[in-house]
């Protein structure tokens, strides 16, 4: 796999704005680099990767939406002397719905848990599938072997997916800016909505999201979109694994460090300070958004001064908001709410020469910006949510006063990093006030302590330390290995030690593929003879649902014990079979006949009948709805009245009724307990393989094959690592 250390020749960024605004004139087109986190990071990798610095070396190539009045540029006009950018044109209607639409209306109210605000229009979609189409064009025009194809953030979330199906080498990383969701919000997306999405996003080698929380997040959508299995921190596919991370961003901690002891930052705040007559600052900045929790913000200022009178005519809170689609019926209502909680503030407490609220709706400049880093008492940031914050780690690298207190709230991902802020609920207006009092009589040794602690973790946690964990990242990723978490030298060598071993093998998705008709699953060529090989050296024992005479037939000619229908029946090499099960077969009418209404609302599932247990198979059955009746099938079966206590299995595509006197797990037990055995591995993928591993002393291997959450210890990604893992053990 390539690597930081020079195998990429080129690196692609793919994102949804180029890197820099672009301005033309009658004569000229003007091009003005924008300073933001990700550019930053990406010209100090250029650095790293030795794509700077030689004449000859290829320049970054980034790839961003453009407005249609540039159409008419030559492309040679979009390149400077860090990057070569590819314009994405695209009709404005469908970008109306792409980005006004599907990309805000949707994914960004839906991932900041403002599920309300979204408006789930087909539409959206339709232009979002379009506009992901229009970045795969441009980019497979330029793409090369060797290049480094790096996408950001929501609004192309399908791109990874699609650049894999037209270029299946290509090396891929996406990274993920605003929060990832838990399942319970995901799954308020139509159903081919958040596989396509989910599904987009795994075309890549390498996943990156901000803190630990949204990578589990991440974790627990794939499991219950896509029932994929994860191992660690990879997502196992079938013939690659992904690598998932946590890479929180940061900031360029010394352009801000220095930058605060510029001249023209000091006399403007000199400035500041005399015209808010040296009152103690509380300063917070953001762009006009629901997510950023302004209006609590103010809320609990307006507590605060309510329960501390002493401090009237002693504080000043700077509120600067950021201009930011405010042409949008739902932001302006939000304006108007901030603008009318300020007035009132102002109002209830302001004096002639004193306004508790100095309030801007505008865009600072970075002299500003600094101005006000520098010269606050406190940084109020607080947003209900918010995938990192920038904000705060820019005032505390521009703090090399070491004072300054950070009000920060915990839904923020940079608290995880911070914790020597005053972390605070947003929502608690109680509580922010009484931060706010904290702060303002913070001793300055106490400030000085926690602002030094703060410094040092972004300066070493910076920007650019970001984005090379990130392509460190790479070497992670897996292609032939065995996808396990199964600690294979101990594995091995506990094999080798023993004495007397006994192997516990399920038949389907374990030794033999799944397949669609389960008459024709079997196994393959390759591990017929290694079992045949361990059973000479090992108590191997093939424990299955199936009926006798299919593992019959499927192990004929291997010297092993065969277990049919969870337990019932057992046989030993060269004995007849031995029926453990002799439950009366009365119950087994009534389970058929409820059984039968299913198989006739879904034509291609069948009923199996076996000697001790009834099942009814729906793999092949396409219906959406077909999980939620197999769920209200499983239901109803449980509740018939029977004298026989059964157990209802919930399986792989297979819901299956058998007594409940024996299982996978009482035949386990009662085998390795006929024995001193010092060496047991068991192997199974589905729902009644669980009784097995419960019932499996402690020190066993019992290893769950698949996704799923699991009472086994370890865990094989697919089918085909069991047959990785049989021929470890038969070279042993």
Not at 307 to 336: A, C, G, L
């Amino acid at each position: 796999m390539n690597n930081l250390n020079g195998t990429f020749t080129r690196l692609i960024i793919v994102a949804y704005r180029l890197p820099f605004s672009i301005k033309k004139t009658k004569d000229e087109v003007s091009l003005f680099q924008n300073s933001g986190g990700l550019v930053s990071a990406v010209l100090s990798l250029a650095e790293r990767m030795g794509q700077t610095g030689d004449e000859h070396a290829p320049k970054i190539h980034w790839i961003g939406h453009c407005d249609n009045s540039l159409k008419t540029i030559e492309q040679s006009a979009f390149e400077n002397e860090h990057f070569v950018a590819h314009p994405v044109f695209v009709d404005d209607d469908i970008h109306q719905a792409f980005y006004e639409g599907f990309c805000n209306e949707i994914i960004w109210p839906l991932f900041h848990y403002f599920p309300s605000f979204a408006s789930f229009q087909e539409s959206y979609f339709d232009a979002y599938q379009q506009v992901n189409t229009r970045f795969l064009e441009e980019l497979t025009s330029i793409i090369e072997p060797g290049d480094l194809v790096w996408i950001h953030d929501f609004q192309l979330m399908l791109l990874p997916e699609m650049l894999r199906k037209a270029v299946p080498d290509a090396t891929i990383g996406y990274f993920f800016h605003i929060p990832f969701p838990t399942y319970e919000i995901i799954k308020l997306l139509p159903r081919t909505w958040r596989q396509a999405l989910v599904g987009g996003i795994l075309g890549s080698d390498v996943i990156g999201f901000h803190t630990a929380d949204y990578t589990q997040h991440f974790f627990q959508n794939v499991a219950e979109v896509l029932a994929l299995p994860i191992i660690e921190q990879r997502i196992v596919l079938a013939d690659r694994s992904v690598y998932v991370g946590d890479f929180p961003i940061s900031i360029d901690f010394t352009k801000f460090d220095e930058g605060s002891q510029a001249e023209a930052v000091l006399k403007t705040r000199r400035q500041h300070k005399q015209l808010l007559r040296q009152n103690k600052i509380i300063f917070s900045v953001d762009r006009l958004d629901y997510s950023k929790g302004i209006t609590y913000r103010l809320q609990g200022y307006e507590r605060f001064l309510t329960q501390n009178p002493d401090w009237h005519d002693r504080v000043t809170f700077v509120m600067t908001v950021v201009p930011s689609r405010d042409r949008i019926s739902h932001y302006q209502e939000i304006k108007r709410e901030i603008e009318e909680t300020v007035g009132r503030i102002n109002g209830l407490f302001g004096t002639i020469g004193w306004r508790p609220v100095v309030y801007s709706y505008l865009s600072l400049t970075f002299t500003e910006l600094l101005s006000l880093y520098t010269g606050c008492d406190i940084a109020l940031i607080t947003p209900i949510r918010d995938g990192m914050n920038l904000v705060c780690k820019e005032f505390v690298a521009s703090r090399r006063d070491n004072q300054g207190v950070l009000i920060l709230s915990e839904l923020a991902g940079a608290a995880q990093e911070l914790p020597d802020a005053l972390i605070i609920n947003p929502t608690d207006t109680q509580e922010v006030a009484t931060a706010i009092k904290d702060a303002l009589d913070m001793p300055v040794q106490e400030q000085k302590r926690r602002m030094k602690k703060m410094r040092q973790h972004i300066q070493n946690h910076n920007v650019f330390r970001w984005s090379h964990n990130f392509l460190g990242a790479f070497s992670q990723t897996q292609t032939t290995e065995m996808a396990t978490n199964l600690p294979v030298p101990e594995f091995s060598e506990a094999y080798q030690k023993a004495q007397h071993r006994l192997l516990l093998f399920d038949f389907d998705g374990t030794l033999a593929p799944i397949v669609n008709d389960p008459a024709k699953a079997q196994l393959s060529n390759n591990i017929r003879p290694m079992l045949d090989r361990l059973a000479q050296k090992n108590d191997l024992v093939i424990i299955s649902g199936r009926n006798r005479a299919f593992l019959e037939k499927a192990m004929e000619a291997l010297p092993v014990t065969l277990v049919a229908e969870h337990g019932a029946f057992i046989k030993k090499p060269e004995q007849d079979w031995q029926q453990l099960d002799l439950t009366d077969s009365d119950w087994v009418e009534p389970i058929r006949a409820t059984m039968s209404d299913y198989t006739a609302l879904f034509p291609e599932s069948f009923i199996e009948q076996k000697e001790t247990a009834i099942a009814w198979h729906f793999r092949m059955v396409q219906a959406d709805d077909v999980e939620g009746k197999a769920i209200e099938l499983a239901t109803m079966l449980r509740n018939i009245p029977t004298a026989t206590k059964l157990t209802v299995i919930q399986g792989n595509k297979v819901i299956e009724v058998k007594p409940e006197l024996h299982s996978k797990g009482t035949i386990a037990q009662k085998l390795f307990e006929q024995d001193n055995y010092d060496f047991i591995v068991s192997i199974g993928d589905d729902t009644t393989d669980e009784d097995m591993f419960r019932q499996l002393p402690n020190w066993a291997y019992t290893l769950k094959v698949g996704p799923g959450i699991s009472f086994a210890r370890y865990q094989l990604a697919r089918q085909r690592d069991v047959e990785m893992l049989l021929e470890l053990i038969d070279q042993s």
